[in-house]
Nanobody, 125 residues
């Protein structure tokens, strides 16, 4: 079992920055791949970024590449999503997720089996 708690969301103007954090507890010693997803009102939950256990491999959605950076601090059991040059279309609830069972670094929601409760990010124009 892994428990995930996101924080750091809020309201920011277009062009601004936010850093989201995801604190993990429970079976964190297995160092699963971690991902960030987001869901805007009326839309499907979509992949944003993912990182492997060491932090040496990352994946990004094309829509955020060059603006967002995913990182992790295994000593703190925390994953971060640094979001720069935010746009109104980045407005969504952001969720972190752990791929504990599959152990795969993936863009696919089905590979992630533990999810946080989400944190709201709102970007005003």
């Amino acid at each position: 079992q892994v428990q995930l708690v996101e924080s750091g969301g809020g309201l920011v103007e277009a062009g601004g920055s936010l850093r989201l954090s995801c604190a993990a507890s429970g079976r964190t010693f297995s160092r699963p791949p971690m991902g960030w997803f987001r869901q805007a009102p009326g839309k499907e939950r979509e992949f944003v970024a993912a990182i492997n256990w060491s932090g040496g491999s990352t994946l990004y959605a094309d829509s955020v590449k060059g603006r967002f950076t995913i990182s992790r601090d295994n000593a703190k059991n925390t994953v971060y999503l640094q979001m720069n040059s935010l746009k109104p279309e980045d407005t969504a609830v952001y969720y972190c997720a752990a791929a504990l069972r599959s152990g795969l670094l993936s863009r696919l929601r089905g590979n992630y089996d533990y999810w946080g409760q989400g944190t709201q990010v709102t970007v005003s124009s």
